[in-house]
């Protein structure tokens, strides 16, 4: 299982919602979208394991129109985590289903 760590704000998506998310570094996006060829999922999205400080979750990555995946973060976690907007996140991914 390919593991990476990063750290990069919390945004929010500016549309109907509340979606925040947070953005795959690019050379991090570009290393899983050469593993993960062949085998994404629908939107092109790819299942992730997630740990932000003690929260640990299940989700998928989705590429955006920059080349990049982001990282949606849910509620929950942003409560737990004491996550606001801009707040940088330090973010242990790793791919499953590989």
Known sequence: MSTY???????QYPGEGSWYFVTVPEDISDDITDLTAGRRKGFGSVRVTVTVGGSTWQ???FPSKTGTYVLPVKKPVRLAENLTEGTPV????????L
């Not at 330090?90 to 289903?97: F, K, N, S």
């Open 90 to 97: 330090d973010t242990r991914l790793a791919l499953t289903d």
């Open 59 to 61: 989700t998928s990555v």
């Open 5 to 11: 760590r990063f750290s990069a704000p919390l945004w």
